[in-house]
């Protein structure tokens, strides 16, 4: 099956700094998503992006699928951006793969 | 529109219970996987159906089953509970093909005493 990859696993940021997490996988992916689990275990839709940029907000994204990867750009981050950001994607068939996922902690 | 909704929030159980989990797909979506969710193992694919067919399997023992109706709800069942099954369980709906972003809800989280 797909291997996905997170690095880093942990990051610690004082607010207002930005940061690039990265997502590499091992095959071609139909479908990739980046998602972020608050506190509260709820897993929050940030981008669908099998390939190209996208940008909401402070947030953005670039998957190069032609190079197997994908990143996150969180800009001027706030303590609210605290929890763990993961990337997820599916081959041809219907199910997500996830990644270990990259803990994120922004400090006033 | 509604989002993905899973019943009940929370559970407590003890070892070789059986329990049942809800989810109600976003209105108009025709497949609904199930994931778990624990510390050791991260987030892994339990099962997806699609039009009231298992359309596929993760790596997981028989007790854990589930179904679809004709409104495309799903259930989840876990039998002879063990207290390795303690984990939160999200449930995920997208219209259907793998081109296609899931969309997931709060989840259950289950407890086994």
């Known amino acids: 099956g797909i291997q996905v990859e997170q690095s880093p696993p942990d990051l610690i940021l004082q607010e207002g700094a930005n940061s690039t997490l990265r997502c590499n996988f091992s095959d071609s992916v139909n479908n990739l998503q980046w998602f972020h689990q608050n506190p509260w275990g709820q897993l929050i839709n940030l981008f669908y992006i099998p390939s190209g940029t996208k940008q909401n907000g402070r947030l953005s994204a670039t998957t190069v699928a032609t190079e197997r990867y994908s990143l996150l750009y969180i800009s001027s981050s706030q303590t609210t951006d605290s929890g763990v950001y993961f990337c997820a994607l599916t081959g041809t068939a219907s199910k997500l793969t996830f990644g270990t996922g990259t803990r994120l902690q922004v400090t006033l | 529109k509604a989002g993905v909704t899973q019943t009940p929030r929370y559970l407590i159980k003890t070892r070789g219970q059986q329990v049942t989990l809800s989810c109600s797909p976003i209105?108009?979506?025709?497949?609904v996987s199930w994931y778990q969710q624990t510390p050791g193992q991260g987030l892994q694919f339990l099962f997806e159906?699609?039009?009231?067919?298992?359309?596929n399997k993760g790596n997981f023992p028989g007790r854990f089953s589930g179904r679809q109706f004709s409104n495309s709800r799903s259930e989840m069942n876990v039998s002879t509970l063990e207290l390795g099954d303690s984990a939160l369980y999200l449930c995920?709906?997208?219209?259907?093909?793998?081109?296609?972003?899931?969309?997931f809800g709060d989840g259950t989280r289950l407890s086994i005493l």
């Open positions: 159906y699609f039009s009231e067919t298992q359309r």
């Open positions: 995920a709906s997208s219209p259907g093909n793998s081109h296609q972003p899931q969309h």
């Open positions: 209105s108009g979506h025709r497949s």
